[in-house]
């Protein structure tokens, strides 16, 4: 999986630099506690070390997640890269596509999954400040985006037609951790 997190990285920061987008990598090395397991939905809910509870959703691809049980705990790492490219113009439109690459069945838990989306369509509101765009696809769903200082926002306004590139790279290896002794 170290391989996988390294192509990751290098594969984003390759493709995405060469088409002038702004790519944002996040390493992260955390212990969890899963608390559900829903198999039926494909997710998992865990605690994070500051408490906090997130759902992962499993890729139907995914063959382990029968080895996943609620009170397990596991060093998670997991490189996040999200990529931005923003337009002018634009009819609208929106497209998506996903990619995974999992380990295969009685491996650890893991794989990367890279999944784009496309948006052309008009700026609902801007937040120079915080950096974050809020763009209104074709069936006027909005898409909130938090924008890397990479990608310029000057020249862009409320009302603007836009295009926005949006690709987020997930790469995950799940390490099994002992539960933590009793205080006594």
């Known amino acids: 999986m170290r391989l996988a997190f390294a192509a ?11 088409t002038k987008q702004a790519v944002n990598v ?6 969890v506690t899963v608390t559900k397991v829903d198999q039926a ?7 994070g070390p500051a ?16 080895q996943v049980k609620p009170g397990q705990r596991f060093r ?3 490189v996040e890269s999200v990529a931005v490219e923003i337009k002018h113009g634009g009819s609208a439109s929106a497209t998506a596509a996903q990619q995974a690459t999992l380990a295969p069945k009685g491996a650890k838990p893991g794989g990367v999954i890279v999944s784009t989306r496309q948006i052309a369509g008009v700026i609902d509101a801007i937040d120079y ?3 974050q765009v809020a763009v209104r696809g074709p069936k006027g769903n909005v898409l909130a985006l938090k924008v890397a200082d990479d990608v310029k926002l000057d020249g862009l306004s409320a009302g603007d037609r836009i295009v926005v590139t949006h690709t987020e790279a997930l790469a995950i290896e799940m390490v099994a951790q002992a539960k933590p002794a009793a205080k006594k």
Do not use: H
Request: aromatic share 6%; net charge neutral.
């Open 8 to 18: 990751l990285l290098a594969a984003s920061t390759a493709c995405f630099a060469q």
């Open 76 to 78: 998670m790492k997991y």
């Open 26 to 31: 996040q390493e992260i090395d955390a212990v």
């Open 129 to 131: 400040t915080r950096r």
């Open 51 to 66: 408490g906090d509870l997130s759902t992962l959703a499993v890729p139907p691809e995914a063959q382990n997640l029968d």
């Open 41 to 47: 939905a494909r997710t998992v809910t865990f605690r």
